[in-house]
């Protein structure tokens, strides 16, 4: 095998790496919503512990990054690659951080009833697992029009955490009772809605691969 050879397996291997990356926080993602909706306790522990997972294969992840770059010495874009191979690490390892956080909001609660059976949270988080998965693909297929199609999802995550703080302001008004649950609620929200920025930040890697150009798709 020649050395090129050898570095594109290199490069494919890292995208198998940051796709497995990508499936194990959906999966954190999919498991803290879940474990809010149930009030299941114990699995809301079980994402909080699941955690050091993810950061372990990040840390691999950069690790590999900067070997690539160290002994290969890329340039154009296969240096590209490795670079946004590395963010998007970076901000697939947040949204698992992210999906801990919704956890322990969940923990905090304990076991007290939930002021309403929930519908908007659990959507913004199917948005968000969506959104993961079209990115990773994205990455992976080199696909900047699926980037940014993905991007463009993050504009209903937003609106529906809006419409999430609007209502539980009204809880909280005509009951001060709600407050501290409406408060972990609020913030459960708030951390869907970062999740949903981070994916777009996952879409401007797909595209630096493609053009070398630096977009802004948070707007």
Do not use: H, W
Request: glycine content about 4%; charged content about 30%.
């Amino acid at each position: 095998m020649n050395i090129r050879q050898s570095f594109q397996n290199s490069l494919e291997e890292l995208q198998e790496k940051v796709f497995e990356l990508g499936k194990k926080v959906n999966y954190q993602v999919d498991a803290a919503m879940k474990s809010l909706a149930n009030r299941d306790l114990e699995l809301a522990n079980e994402v909080v512990t699941g955690d050091l997972k993810i950061n372990e294969l990040q840390a691999d992840i950069e690790e590999n990054c900067m070997l690539l770059i160290a002994t290969q010495q890329p340039f154009a874009k296969d240096l590209r690659k490795i670079v946004a191979a590395f963010k998007i690490s970076i901000n697939l390892e947040r949204i698992g951080d992210l999906a801990v956080d919704v956890a322990k909001q969940n923990i905090r609660t304990g076991e007290q009833k939930l002021l309403k059976p929930l519908v908007d949270l659990p959507r913004m988080a199917e948005i968000v697992q969506d959104m993961v998965l079209k990115g990773i693909e994205a990455y992976k297929a080199e696909d900047q029009e699926a980037a940014k199609a993905m991007a463009a999802m993050d504009d209903k995550v937003d609106e529906l955490y809006k419409q999430v703080f609007r209502e539980l302001l009204v809880f909280m008004m005509e009951d001060p009772k709600t407050i501290g649950q409406a408060t972990y609620l609020i913030f459960v929200g708030r951390f869907l809605e970062r999740m949903g920025d981070c994916c777009t930040n996952i879409a401007e890697e797909v595209v630096y691969i493609e053009t070398g150009d630096r977009v802004d798709l948070n707007l």
